[in-house]
């Protein structure tokens, strides 16, 4: 089973308030509950899953997919064994591994370490007919097996929110995972919801913008299958007049990334998101297949590369994390709505996303901001190419970022229905 992200929620406005009061997270120390780590009720007596044990632990020290992927094949009796076995239970699991950060070899020395303490301690809910000496051999013996006795009984935590959704601001930021590379997480785009009101001119202005994903997992993949649900609204209503609509969508989709075979130090990935959109203003339906290439290089230029975060200067002076993408956009109208048919035209685009994102090398002062271009070619559509340009400057309220006040900028079309956008705002901004 693989690992996937969680969160749970009906509204996007319920989930931002929600998210406020508290963030998911797990002590290390903490038993695992049989739900997370055993395998079918129906087997007597029930026994650990091995693979969702590895991945449990891995998840609960929050060691990268990036890392799990790059682990370098095993030899001998660790041949057979998943990534997420190898890293357990190699003696240098960061060696050749170039997803490894100066970090990440403590950070696995500390996972193995809870491991073989799980392993080799007494416990009235999880128990060993045979005698487990380390996690190697647990890992490559098959006759050693722990059986799900009962849930244990850990010590009370911190209350946290924990939710089985995933949380995004739009449809291609859903393929970046949080354990992904240090710096992704804090470019990919939040969900926002604003409103004003101008009690003098007795006008309202609203805005909501994100996507909310339900991640399944796929047995043998790291990335889970995410479907999804998406709206895009933007209006202003002022007393005695009609409301001015700049957006007013609706989508689901499914979003999916797969891995792409790593040249050298090229890792790579590709994100496919079929998207069927409804806009409710002009009564349009516009079915989408995307594509999102993701190329990730470390140390291009000295320390800094492509797609991965570094901090080139000394002392508390700022991370930088250079962005390029690849993206790819088929539409097909399903209905052309009350739009003139030559304005509603299938359409083939491609071309790349640009950017950089800069974030706070002080933790007590914390921020990112995020620029961005996006400009596709078009074989023809009305218009033919699209060019979208974006800013966001974003002010944590959470230990872990996932609450911002966002001040935002957006000037040019957008990828899917190729409608003119000039957006800016401040906003209570959110992701998970």
């Not at 487990?132 to 244990?152: G, R, S």
């Not at 409103?195 to 790291?222: E, F, L, R, S, W």
């Not at 209006?235 to 007049?241: A, D, I, Q």
């Given at each position: 089973m693989p690992?996937?992200e969680?969160?749970?929620?009906k509204?996007?406005?319920?989930?931002?308030?929600?998210l406020?009061?508290?963030?998911?997270?797990f002590?290390?120390?903490a038993?695992p509950?049989?739900?997370q780590?055993?395998?079918?009720?129906?087997?007597?007596?029930r026994l650990?899953d091995?693979q969702r044990?590895?991945?449990?632990?891995?998840?609960?020290g929050?060691?990268r997919r990036s890392i799990e992927?790059?682990?370098r094949p095993g030899?001998?009796?660790?041949a057979?064994?998943s990534n997420a076995?190898?890293?357990?239970?190699?003696?240098?699991?960061?060696?050749?591994?170039?997803?490894?950060?100066k970090?990440?070899?403590?950070k696995?020395?500390?996972v193995?370490?809870a491991l073989?303490?799980f392993l080799?301690?007494?416990s009235s809910?999880?128990r060993?007919?045979?005698?487990?000496?380390?996690e190697?051999?647990?890992f490559?013996?098959?006759e050693l097996?722990?059986?799900?006795v009962?849930?244990?009984?850990?010590?009370?935590?911190?209350?946290k929110?924990?939710l089985?959704?995933?949380?995004?601001g739009d449809?291609d930021?859903?393929?970046?995972?949080r354990?992904?590379?240090?710096?992704?997480?804090?470019?990919?785009?939040?969900?926002?919801?604003s409103?004003a009101?101008?009690?003098v001119?007795?006008k309202?202005?609203v805005k909501v913008?994100?996507?909310?994903?339900?991640?399944i997992?796929?047995?043998?993949a790291?990335f889970?299958l995410?479907?999804y649900?998406?709206?895009?609204?933007?209006?202003t209503k002022?007393?005695?007049?009609?409301?001015s609509?700049t957006?007013d969508?609706?989508?689901v989709?499914?979003a999916?990334?797969?891995?792409l075979?790593?040249?050298?130090?090229?890792?790579?990935?590709?994100?496919?998101?079929p998207?069927?959109?409804w806009?409710?203003d002009?009564?349009?339906?516009l079915?989408?297949?995307?594509?999102?290439?993701?190329?990730i290089?470390?140390s291009v230029?000295?320390?800094?590369g492509?797609?991965?975060q570094?901090q080139?200067w000394?002392?508390q002076?700022?991370f930088?994390q250079p962005?390029?993408?690849i993206h790819?956009?088929k539409?097909?109208?399903?209905d052309?709505?009350?739009?003139?048919?030559?304005g509603?035209t299938?359409y083939l685009?491609?071309g790349?996303?640009i950017?950089?994102?800069?974030?706070?090398g002080d933790?007590?002062?914390?921020?990112?901001?995020?620029?961005s271009n996006?400009h596709?070619?078009?074989?023809k559509?009305t218009?033919?190419?699209?060019?979208?340009?974006?800013?966001a400057?974003?002010?944590?309220?959470d230990?872990d970022?996932?609450?911002?006040?966002?001040f935002?900028?957006?000037n040019?079309?957008?990828?899917?229905?190729?409608?003119?956008?000039q957006?800016?705002?401040?906003s209570?901004?959110a992701?998970y």
């Amino acid at each position: 089973m693989p690992r996937a992200e969680t969160m749970s929620a009906k509204r996007m406005a319920a989930v931002i308030a929600a998210l406020v009061w508290g963030v998911p997270g797990f002590a290390l120390a903490a038993q695992p509950l049989m739900d997370q780590v055993c395998g079918p009720a129906g087997g007597q007596p029930r026994l650990v899953d091995k693979q969702r044990l590895a991945e449990f632990f891995l998840d609960e020290g929050a060691v990268r997919r990036s890392i799990e992927q790059g682990v370098r094949p095993g030899e001998g009796s660790l041949a057979g064994l998943s990534n997420a076995k190898r890293l357990l239970v190699m003696a240098e699991p960061c060696k050749d591994n170039l997803a490894c950060g100066k970090d990440d070899g403590a950070k696995l020395d500390e996972v193995r370490g809870a491991l073989k303490t799980f392993l080799l301690q007494t416990s009235s809910a999880y128990r060993s007919p045979k005698k487990i000496t380390n996690e190697t051999a647990f890992f490559v013996k098959e006759e050693l097996q722990l059986e799900c006795v009962a849930d244990p009984v850990n010590p009370p935590g911190p209350v946290k929110l924990a939710l089985p959704l995933v949380i995004r601001g739009d449809g291609d930021s859903l393929f970046v995972l949080r354990t992904d590379e240090p710096g992704a997480f804090k470019a990919a785009a939040k969900a926002t919801a604003s409103t004003a009101n101008d009690g003098v001119k007795h006008k309202q202005t609203v805005k909501v913008v994100g996507v909310v994903g339900y991640p399944i997992p796929i047995k043998g993949a790291i990335f889970p299958l995410i479907p999804y649900v998406g709206i895009n609204q933007n209006f202003t209503k002022t007393r005695g007049s009609d409301k001015s609509v700049t957006a007013d969508t609706w989508n689901v989709g499914l979003a999916s990334r797969w891995a792409l075979p790593t040249v050298g130090r090229l890792t790579q990935w590709l994100g496919v998101r079929p998207d069927h959109l409804w806009n409710e203003d002009d009564g349009s339906r516009l079915a989408t297949l995307n594509f999102n290439y993701r190329p990730i290089l470390a140390s291009v230029l000295g320390p800094v590369g492509v797609n991965t975060q570094s901090q080139p200067w000394s002392g508390q002076t700022p991370f930088i994390q250079p962005i390029l993408e690849i993206h790819a956009v088929k539409g097909w109208y399903l209905d052309r709505g009350a739009t003139p048919p030559e304005g509603r035209t299938d359409y083939l685009r491609i071309g790349p996303k640009i950017g950089v994102g800069l974030s706070s090398g002080d933790l007590t002062v914390p921020w990112n901001l995020t620029l961005s271009n996006v400009h596709l070619w078009g074989d023809k559509g009305t218009p033919r190419d699209i060019d979208y340009n974006a800013a966001a400057l974003s002010f944590p309220i959470d230990p872990d970022q996932y609450i911002s006040v966002d001040f935002t900028y957006a000037n040019g079309r957008r990828e899917d229905t190729g409608l003119r956008e000039q957006l800016w705002g401040i906003s209570l901004g959110a992701k998970y």
